[in-house]
């Protein structure tokens, strides 16, 4: 995003990025997707109005704020202020899970708009996270997405898919994250993939490489490099041993991972469908 021109010639500092915090400026920005989405000037909401639009507003006040059914506004446009006002003093987190459980919990287009609007402010207003496909998470970078939401979205391999999509879900989980396993669930997608090049299900990681290295003309640098990732993670002070049972293990470490994983992965996956390799 291009500099302010007060930032440009140094009357105010750029913006750091936002982790683990929220902005004033973050905060309503957040408010105005989520209010220009789902309540609309031309939506009718009325307390017995069937529309999805309404059926999420519920959903909101009863299974999200935890409100008395008996008490929901008539009609319903009325909740917006209750909305309003929880979201103004919501911790940041908080804010984060009303804006993912409304997501998750439409159905309709609206749903592919508000993630868009809200991945634009989030960007705009230099927050450390975004919408990584139905999750928010702590991903700082346009291309790690990018990576993370292609191999998930498009990859041939289901296999692949499924052990990136729990990686994902481990390292997004802001109340209980589980980054050991996210960094293993990562390694473990790329040992698929690289199975499944090498037409051997039963090979080593080192062996599998091997063959993808004759079949798809891969890099002997890169071949090597990782294998020695996955070296770090098999030995003694690495991720499957000793840190198996570190209790604090960073985040940087499983977002390293996810994202070199998930871009190797997608590598290997172009380079063998070039190579004409059926996946």
């Known amino acids: 995003m291009e500099k302010s021109f007060s930032e440009r010639y140094g009357y105010t500092q750029p913006k750091q990025i936002q982790l683990e915090c929220m ?3 973050l ?32 959903r909101l006040w009863i299974d999200f704020l935890k409100r008395p059914a008996d008490e ?56 450390g996270y975004r919408f990584i496909g139905d999750l928010i998470a702590p991903i700082t970078n346009e291309l790690e997405i990018k990576a993370i939401e292609e191999v998930i979205d498009s990859n041939p391999v289901l296999g692949v898919r499924e052990h990136f999509r729990i990686a994902r879900s ?14 293993k669930e990562s390694i473990s997608a790329v040992e698929a993939i690289c199975k499944v090049i090498a037409g051997n299900e039963k090979a080593t990681l080192s062996q599998a490489l091997k063959v993808v290295k004759r079949k798809i003309g891969l890099n002997d640098d890169l ?9 770090y993670t098999n030995k003694t002070d690495g991720i499957r041993h000793a840190l198996m049972d570190e ?9 390293y991972f996810l994202v070199s994983c998930s871009a190797f992965a997608n590598y290997l996956t172009e380079k063998a469908q070039k190579a004409g390799v059926n996946l």
Do not use: M
């Open 170 to 183: 481990r390292f997004a989980d802001r109340e209980d994250p589980d980054y050991r396993n996210a960094i």
């Open 223 to 231: 071949k090597e490099g990782f294998k020695w990732i996955y070296k």
């Open 72 to 127: 929901i506004p008539n009609p319903l446009i009325n909740a917006f202020r209750e909305f309003k006002a929880w979201f103004s003093n919501a911790l940041w987190r908080e804010v984060f899970d009303l804006i993912q459980f409304a997501y998750q919990n439409d159905n309709t287009i609206r749903r592919n708009i508000f993630k868009i609007h809200c991945n634009k402010v989030l960007e705009r207003e230099v927050s």
């Open 27 to 58: 905060r309503t920005s957040l408010w105005n997707a989520f209010y220009s989405t789902f309540f609309p000037k031309d939506q009718a909401y009325d307390s017995v109005n069937e529309s999805a639009v309404a059926r999420l507003v519920i």
């Open 23 to 25: 902005d004033d400026d």
């Open 247 to 255: 209790p604090n293990l960073p985040s940087e470490n499983a977002r």
